[in-house]
């Protein structure tokens, strides 16, 4: 029992020396240079900016700017439809000669084509046989009157050959309006009937060939003329920019093909259907054709609020263009600025540039940001 306790004596005076190593160790590796523990520390605004003479930075305070409210959508010219004329043929028949072709300039009462006609044929036909027929009755009631002044007839045989040369006399009226329906002149029979422009304009369609047939008021029309001195611009515009436009509104359009040229219109229609896939609506702007605005021509369309809303303005100088995006410094009091984000908008007169948002009229900002950006840097 006693050499037990000797053992269990010795264990434990082991286990303390092995203790004492670990610290020694632990106390060696500190005194050799390892490093300490890790502290972190919050970093500072990176957009605060601290000067030693402030004094050398002028302020300069955002004016106040009246911006009309503008939103630009794409657009296509088309073609006025009010001004758009079809050109129709009455008459059926075989096309024998055009004098006219797509994208032709034409005037009023211009031949286009001409067509032969069975129609012209029997219309001509009823018209000579109504002539016929109008010359015998007006003899028979001259017959009829002067027996009846002798007494060789009664009253009412005189009445009804009056009545019978009124009836031709109708006939005769009838087949001629008829044939100028057709396009046929009653004085000069033939069985070609021109067909004449109704307006003057642009052929802007064409649906017809030399040889080809025509169907009378049939669905297809041989040309249409469009009077092109005023013209429809269409626009996409998305259904969330839609409130910002109403009828009436100005319209600044820009040909991609002569951007610097500016055509004013004004808003006619906003669409009542939105396209289902690109969730956009028609709007349409009506201006007049100052001569180079041709059809599916793509333009710019800026369209102009009545109503217009406060911006501020600085100085051109006073904005800085830095990692894509616009920025101004205010002053944030003890020496120091804060680089405030901004939206840049129009450039104006006196070298002064519009503030969309950012920064409020009244609200002062470095006069020249550059300046004070590359003092910071150095």
Known sequence: MKCKGTELLALWFALLLALAGCGGAANKDVASGAPPPVTVENAGDANLVHVDKAAEFPLVAAAQYKAPTELVATGVVNPDISRTVPVVSIATGRVVEIQARLGDTVKK???????????????????????????????????????????????????????TEAKARVDVETAMQHLRVLGADPANPSAIVSIVAPISGVITDQQ???????????????????????????CDVYENDLPNIKLGDSADIRLTAYPDKVITGRVSNIGAVLDPTLRTAKVRVEVENPGYFRVGMFV?????????????????????????????YVPAGDKQFRRTPVVAGAMLPNSMQEIVSGIQPGQQVVSNALELQNTVEQ
Do not use: C
């Not at 017809?208 to 611009?233: R, Y």
């Not at 710019?300 to 109503?307: G, M, V």
């Open 300 to 328: 710019n369309a800026t369209f102009r609020a009545q109503k217009s809303e406060m911006h501020a303005s600085v100085p051109a100088a006073a904005i800085l263009h830095l990692h894509d995006r616009d920025w101004v």
């Open 109 to 163: 009462g211009q031949v286009l084509l001409r067509v032969q006609s069975a129609d012209i044929s029997g219309a001509f036909s009823d018209y000579r046989k109504s002539v016929a027929d109008e010359a015998l009755a007006s003899k028979q009631a001259d017959r009829a009157k002067l027996l009846y002044d002798h007494g060789a007839i009664a009253l009412n045989d005189l009445q009804v050959a009056e009545d």
């Open 208 to 234: 017809v060939t030399n040889a080809a047939g025509v169907s009378g008021l049939g669905s297809v029309n041989p040309f249409t003329i469009s009077d092109l001195s005023h013209v429809w611009i269409l």
